[in-house]
T-cell receptor, first 117, second 114 residues
Framework: DTGVSQNPRHKITKRGQNVTFRCDPISEHNRLYWYRQTLGQGPEFLTYFQNEAQLEKSRLLSDRFSAERPKGSFSTLEIQRTEQGDSAMYLC???????????????FGPGTRLTVL | AQTVTQSQPEMSVQEAETVTLSCTYD???????LFWYKQPPSRQMILVIR??????QNATENRFSVNFQKAAKSFSLKISDSQLGDAAMYFC???????????FGEGTQLTVNP
């Protein structure tokens, strides 16, 4: 078990460009989550999937943001026409669901730091 | 909407001493889950401890324990015998149902002094 991985770890882009991030969850984890964290703040929920299905999207996820998990394994988060306010750490997490234990710990990846110039 | 508040932006503790981090939350649900996560300088979030609201007994994990006061909507974390490796940002988080979204507080930066 190698944990949740995210690529790239760092991305610098110019305003107006499109960027795509990838998250590989722990194998056989059904649920996958995306959060955004700005400096000095707690993570904010963006969206999550169970297998291929996107179950919930935050109002923070504007039309410029789209997330997919086409085969129920890895997920991508795309930001179109980036703005300086998009600069943040984008965190991915995964969890097994359902389990007999009831509660499901979310295991976080190292994040992708986006800087928009 | 659920909110989570951590009123202590920074805390410090001497090595081997005990420190308590505060967290309050707001919800209209009767059953929910509460968590403390640790984010070291490498920034990978790690679960420290969890509490299910329907369980009256406070959760403990080795040197970490919580004081869960459901009526007061308070969920504090006590770290005993603090170690240098405990230095990190600590986040309190809330989830309305098992496996659903987490709502995080603003975080408390813990410094452990040798």
């Amino acid at each position: 078990d190698t944990g949740v991985s995210q690529n790239p770890r760092h991305k610098i882009t110019k305003r107006g460009q499109n960027v795509t991030f990838r998250c590989d969850p722990i194998s056989e984890h059904n649920r996958l989550y995306w959060y955004r964290q700005t400096l000095g703040q707690g993570p904010e929920f963006l969206t999550y999937f169970q297998n291929e299905a996107q179950l919930e999207k935050s109002r923070l996820l504007s039309d410029r943001f789209s997330a997919e998990r086409p085969k129920g394994s890895f997920s991508t988060l795309e930001i179109q026409r980036t703005e300086q306010g998009d600069s943040a750490m984008y965190l991915c997490a995964s969890s097994p669901y359902p389990t007999s234990g009831g509660d499901n710990e979310q295991f976080f990846g190292p994040g992708t730091r986006l800087t928009v110039l | 909407a659920q909110t989570v508040t951590q009123s202590q932006p920074e805390m410090s503790v001497q090595e081997a001493e005990t420190v308590t981090l505060s967290c309050t939350y707001d919800t209209s649900e009767s059953d929910y889950y509460l968590f403390w996560y640790k984010q070291p300088p490498s920034r990978q979030m790690i679960l420290v401890i969890r509490q299910e609201a329907y369980k009256q007994q406070n959760a403990t994990e080795n040197r970490f324990s919580v004081n869960f006061q459901k009526a007061a909507k308070s969920f504090s974390l006590k770290i005993s015998d603090s170690q240098l490796g405990d230095a990190a940002m600590y986040f309190c988080a809330y989830s309305p149902t098992s496996g659903s979204r987490l709502t995080f507080g603003e975080g408390t930066q813990l410094t452990v002094n040798p």
